[in-house]
């Protein structure tokens, strides 16, 4: 097998990585979000919670950290998918959904520091139940409200991958261009919700869309894979 044959092969094998890995955390989001874990307002009377209630919240900080998990994974697959495009545009792109990774993980500290300080009342001697709701109500607040500065990195860099994308048509180019518009409205959205706080409920309904395309681009790469005829081709005519 050839350097070049070799290469093609490695790219598509790393697609495959980043479709499973889009699959994954798509899969634990969708338990995080409609799965029966209890919300921290659960925890607003300072007391703990029952053991189920304490089994389920434990499965959601799970199931949070193996979706940051394979965000790192695929921003690492996708840098290896795009680099033959354009390194440095590849880079800046799993750059930015590292820094989603890291802050995500920061922020289920902050969620599990509000449960920890329910469930174990020695780490906080000091405080009455009365203060240690208020603490979980900080906590769950910004938690609540931090959660948008992480769609921010996570827009940039997916414009960037989807636009490497629509360049190499290493996918369909309307996947690509429909990949280009979600991720800048996911940022957009974000960016309006950290500045007007008030307006969240009322734009919620167009996060949906992106939701959407990443189911179809996780089965996508992962089943049906990339075209990599056009641009190895380019390149070896241009050789």
Sequence with gaps: MSASQHSEHSVRRMARLAGLSY???SLAGVY?????????????????PPAGDEFLFRTGFLAEMVMYTFVVVSAAAMYAV???????TALVG?????IEGAMGATFIVFKYAAFAAVMNPDLSPGFSGEERSALVTLLRDVYGSTIYFLLIPMAVGGVLYFALFFRARFIPRWLAVWGMVTYLVIGT????IVLFPSVREHVMLFFIPGSLFEWVAAFWLLFAGINTKYWFGRSKTAA
Excluded at 83 to 88: A, D, I, L, R, Y
């Design 189 to 192: 959205l974000a960016g309006v």
């Design 82 to 88: 795009l680099k033959p495009v354009s390194q440095g």
């Design 32 to 48: 995080i979000t409609f799965g029966p874990i209890p919300g921290l307002s659960t925890l607003l009377s300072g007391e703990a």
């Design 94 to 98: 799993a750059f930015c959904r590292l």
């Design 23 to 25: 699959l994954c955390y």
